[in-house]
C-alpha cells in the first residue's frame, strides 16, 4: 500500500494531469495522497493504478538493462544494476501482485 500511495504522490507532484483525471478528488483537494485514498479506490482507479505500476515496471527493467549493457567492456567498473532501480523495481511488482490478488485482476506483465 505504501509503494502504491509513494506512486499517486509521485504522480500528484510530476504529472498533475493523470491525478486529475484519475483521481480528480486528490486534485481538487490538494493535500498529498493519504491510505484512505488508496483504499477507496473505484475499480476505474484501481485499473489506473495497475497500468501505471506495470508502465513504471518496465520502464525500471530499461533502465536497469541499460545501465548493465553500459558496464559491459574490459574494463568494467563493477555490477552497474546494484542501485536504488533494481530495489523499486521489485517493490513495484510486489505491489502490483497485491493489488492484482486483492481485487482480482489479472497481472499485466
Known amino acids: 500500500m505504501e509503494t502504491i500511495r509513494g506512486q499517486l504522490e509521485f504522480q500528484r507532484w510530476q504529472r498533475p494531469t493523470w491525478i486529475e483525471y ?9 493535500t498529498p495522497v ?9 475499480d476505474a482507479q484501481v485499473d489506473s493504478v495497475r497500468h501505471l505500476l506495470a508502465s513504471q515496471i518496465l520502464r ?14 574490459f574494463l568494467g567498473d563493477g555490477d552497474a544494476a546494484d542501485d536504488e532501480w533494481v530495489i523499486r523495481v521489485k517493490q513495484l511488482e510486489e505491489a502490483l501482485r497485491d493489488l492484482c490478488s486483492t481485487f482480482g485482476l489479472s497481472y499485466p506483465l
Open 22 to 30: 484519475h483521481f480528480p478528488a486528490v486534485a481538487q483537494r490538494g
Open 34 to 42: 493519504t491510505y484512505d485514498d488508496v483504499e477507496g479506490m473505484t
Open 60 to 73: 525500471g527493467r530499461q533502465v536497469i538493462r541499460k545501465r548493465k549493457a553500459r558496464a559491459i567492456g
